[in-house]
C-alpha cells in the first residue's frame, strides 16, 4: 500500500533497529537502501540481543521479506557470515526470505585494504570509518568501475572483473600507499565460491517492492547511518559515502516519491557520534561518563561495529530541525529516555551562537559550525524509573515535559517514545 521510511535524525545509533522491530511486524517487505556493514544496529527479542549489520532487522520477524537494496553496498563474507549466524539461532534466512538487489555494489578485500591506507595517510586528521570500505566501493560506484552483485550469475565474469579491479587497487596500495598487495587470483576464487552460494538471492529490487505495494503490502525502508553523516547533508567531509537520508531511500531502492506515507526521524533523548568530525554539543568528563555508560550494559554508548566509545552530548534540536527539513518528516521516534532519569536538571541545545548572534538554521559549512556556541534551555529532570511506563500519563510529568518541548521546538509530532531496550518498553503515542 505505501512506503515507510525510517531514518536516523542524528550521527546514527540512534535505535533505528528497535523502531524498525516495531514496524516490521505490520510490514511486508523491510528493506536497506544505503549503507553497508559500517551499520550496526541491536535488536532485543525476547531478552536474546541480536546485532545486524547488513541484513534488515526485519529478518527476525517470521514471514517478512528482507531487501538489501541497491543502494547499499554488500561484503559477501560479511553477508554470508551474518546469515550463518541467524540461521544458527533458527532464523529462517533462505532466498525466499531474503533477497539481494541485482545492483547492489559489492565491497571487496581491496576496498577494505584502501579504506585503512585513505586513514592512515589522513594521520592526525583521520574521518574515523569503520574501515569496512564502504568509501572506496562507493567511490568505485561513482567513477563506474564497481562491481554489481548481479556478476554473482556470471561467476566467471565475476572472477575475470575481479583479477582486473584488484590488480588495478595493487597499483594504488603499493605505488602511493606503500602497502602490501593482495592476491588477485585467491580473491577471485574466494567470489567465485560467494557467488555460488549467493546467486540464489538475488532480485530486482525496485520491481519487487513495485509489486507488494501493487498487492496493498505495506514496505519499510529502513536506514542506515543518519542524516548528518549523509554524504550532501551531513558533516562533510565527516560523513559516510552514501545517502542515509529519505532521498537516499528513493534512489537505494528505486520507488518514487509518490509511494512514500510515513517519514519517521529517529532520535535518541541525547545526543552521540562515533567518528571524527564537529559536535557542538559534546560533552567530556563525568557528564560524558553519566550519558554514556561504562561499557558494563549491552544499551551503553559503545559502536556496535566497532567497539569504540561514542562522543556524547546533550540533544541538539538544531539538529534535529535540520533533520525535518532535509528528510521531510512526518513524525519523530525518541529512544533512551529512560537513560535521562535520575538527573536534576536536563539541558536542550535549542540555537547556536556564534559571533554575538543566534542562528536558526544549523550552518553546513564547518568553519562557520566550529564558531558556533549551543545555547542550551534547561529543563529540569526526573527522578522516577521511566522503564515501565506504556503510555504518555505513565510519564513523570517532567519526562513528559521534556518529551512535548522536542516536539514544540521541531514542529514536529512525537510518535513513539522508547523507555527501554526490551521489544515492549515503547510508548506509543
Ligand atoms: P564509514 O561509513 O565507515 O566510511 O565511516 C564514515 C563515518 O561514518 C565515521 O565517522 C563512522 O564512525 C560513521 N559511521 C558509519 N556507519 C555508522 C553507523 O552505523 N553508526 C554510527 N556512525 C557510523
Ligand atoms: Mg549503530
Redesign the pocket.
Known amino acids: 500500500m505505501a512506503l515507510d521510511i525510517i531514518i536516523g535524525a542524528q550521527?546514527?545509533?540512534e535505535g533505528k533497529g528497535r523502531i524498525t522491530d516495531l514496524l516490521a511486524a505490520q510490514a511486508n517487505i523491510v528493506a536497506r537502501y544505503s549503507?553497508g556493514d559500517?551499520?550496526?544496529h541491536t535488536v532485543t527479542v525476547a531478552g536474546e540481543i541480536f546485532k545486524l549489520h547488513l541484513i534488515p532487522s526485519g529478518i527476525i520477524h517470521p514471514g517478512v521479506i528482507c531487501l538489501i537494496g541497491n543502494g547499499t553496498v554488500i561484503n559477501p563474507a560479511v553477508l554470508l557470515r551474518e546469515m550463518e549466524a541467524l540461521a544458527a539461532r533458527g532464523v529462517d534466512v533462505g532466498p525466499h526470505r531474503l533477497k539481494i538487489s541485482r545492483n547492489a555494489h559489492l565491497i571487496t578485500p581491496a576496498h577494505v585494504a584502501l579504506d585503512k591506507a585513505r586513514e592512515a595517510h589522513r594521520g592526525s586528521d583521520p574521518?574515523?570509518?569503520?574501515l569496512?570500505g564502504?568509501?572506496p566501493a562507493y567511490t568505485d560506484k561513482a567513477s563506474r568501475v564497481g562491481l554489481r552483485a548481479e556478476l554473482f550469475d556470471d561467476p566467471e565474469g565475476l572472477a575475470d572483473r575481479m583479477e582486473i579491479h584488484i590488480q588495478g587497487a595493487n597499483e594504488t596500495l603499493t605505488k602511493i600507499y606503500g602497502a602490501e598487495p593482495l592476491d588477485s587470483a585467491a580473491i577471485a576464487a574466494e567470489f567465485t565460491a560467494y557467488a555460488q552460494r549467493l546467486h540464489p538471492y538475488l532480485v530486482d529490487g525496485s520491481v519487487l517492492i513495485d509489486q507488494a505495494l501493487r498487492h496493498g503490502r505495506d514496505v519499510l525502508a529502513e536506514g542506515?547511518?543518519g542524516t548528518f553523516?549523509d554524504l550532501d547533508h551531513g558533516t562533510y567531509p565527516?560523513?559516510?559515502?552514501s545517502w542515509p537520508t529519505a532521498g537516499g531511500a528513493l534512489i537505494g531502492l528505486g520507488v518514487g516519491p509518490n509511494k512514500v506515507r510515513r517519514v519517521i526521524g529517529v532520535a535518541k533523548a541525547f545526543t552521540s557520534r562515533?567518528?571524527?568530525?564537529p559536535f557542538p554539543c559534546e560533552l567530556s568528563g563525568d557528564e560524558a561518563v553519566r550519558l554514556r555508560g561504562t561499557g558494563a550494559n549491552p544499551w551503553d554508548e559503545y559502536g556496535t561495529?566497532t567497539g569504540r566509545p561514542r562522543r556524547v552530548g546533550w540533544l541538539d534540536v538544531v539538529l534535529l530541525r535540520h533533520a525535518v527539513r532535509i528528510n521531510g518528516l512526518t513524525e519523530l521516534a525518541i529512544t533512551k529516555l529512560d537513560i535521562l532519569s535520575g538527573l536534576k536538571k536536563v539541558p536542550v541545545c535549542v540555537a547556536y551562537e556564534r559571533h554575538g548572534e543566534q542562528l536558526e538554521h544549523y550552518p553546513t559549512d564547518l568553519r562557520v559550525l566550529a564558531e558556533c556556541q549551543p545555547v542550551y534551555e534547561i529543563l529540569d529532570g526526573w527522578q522516577e524509573d521511566v522503564t515501565g511506563a506504556r503510555t504518555l500519563t505513565d510519564l513523570p510529568v517532567n519526562a513528559r515535559h521534556y518529551v512535548e518541548f522536542i516536539a514544540a521546538q521541531t514542529e514536529t509530532a512525537m510518535t513513539y517514545i522508547s523507555v527501554g531496550p526490551g521489544r515492549d518498553q515503547v510508548i506509543q503515542v
Do not use: C, P
Open positions: 550521527w546514527g545509533d549503507g559500517n551499520a550496526g574521518i574515523g570509518t569503520t569496512r564502504i568509501g542506515a547511518q553523516l565527516y560523513v559516510t559515502s562515533v567518528g571524527s568530525g561495529t
